[in-house]
């Protein structure tokens, strides 16, 4: 599985993706298939890369997420 078709995928299944202490943790559990757990280990240096830099959520790799930038198109 390719990083792109991760990131989808663990979003179309609401699956959160968060570091403490360094780890990769991904949740819930009971949406998370072997596949699914291979495919975080396999992109584990990539995951932690594309992290927001002020909330530390799932980027599509620009550095801020959605709620993050202030030069989004619907931000206030």
Sequence with gaps: MQ?????VTLAERHI???VVDGRLHAGPRDR???HLRSA???HRER???VRCERCAALTA???LCD???PFR???E
């Design 3 to 7: 990083l792109g078709d991760l990131l």
């Design 16 to 18: 959160d993706v968060t």
């Design 32 to 34: 998370l298939t072997d």
């Design 40 to 42: 975080i280990r396999e």
């Design 47 to 49: 995951l932690l890369a």
């Design 61 to 63: 790799g620009y550095g």
């Design 67 to 69: 709620a993050c930038d």
């Design 73 to 75: 198109e619907d931000a």
